[in-house]
């Protein structure tokens, strides 16, 4: 029932900061944990950062760990993802989904269109 939007994405160049939002309706959104993955030409989808529900356990993969930092307004009903210092590894369509609390790494929500995120060096 609940549904995930992501956007934000854009072309910046290396060093640079963007922002992205993944807004949710449908159900409350500080009932779940959410996650972002990133895929980018030629490479599986992978995790970058989750947040559970309460904001009480939070991930990094070590390639954004430093750089990335993941938070959620409950009352908006959206969860952000500021990337910092980026890099053209970073480059990727963006998505954002439901997971489950005892392993982020397994989402179980529907895929949405995903958000394109391009850095330039």
């Known amino acids: 029932q609940v549904h995930l939007v992501e956007s934000g994405g854009r072309i910046v160049q290396a060093g640079g900061s963007l922002r992205l939002s993944c807004a949710a309706s449908?159900?409350?959104?500080?009932?779940?944990?959410v996650g972002w993955f990133r895929q980018a030409p030629g490479k599986e989808r992978e995790l970058v950062a989750a947040?559970?529900?309460?904001?009480?356990?939070?991930y990094y993969a070590n390639s954004v760990k430093g750089r990335f930092n993941v938070s959620r307004d409950n009352a908006k009903n959206t969860m952000y993802l500021q990337m910092n210092s980026v890099k053209p590894e970073d480059t990727a369509v963006y998505y954002c989904?439901?997971?489950?609390?005892?392993?982020?790494?397994?989402?179980?929500?529907?895929w949405g269109q995903g958000t394109q995120v391009t850095v330039s060096s």
């Open positions: 449908g159900r409350p959104f500080g009932d779940y944990a």
């Open positions: 989904n439901t997971v489950y609390d005892s392993d982020f790494e397994k989402p179980f929500g529907s």
């Open positions: 947040l559970s529900g309460t904001g009480r356990s939070i």
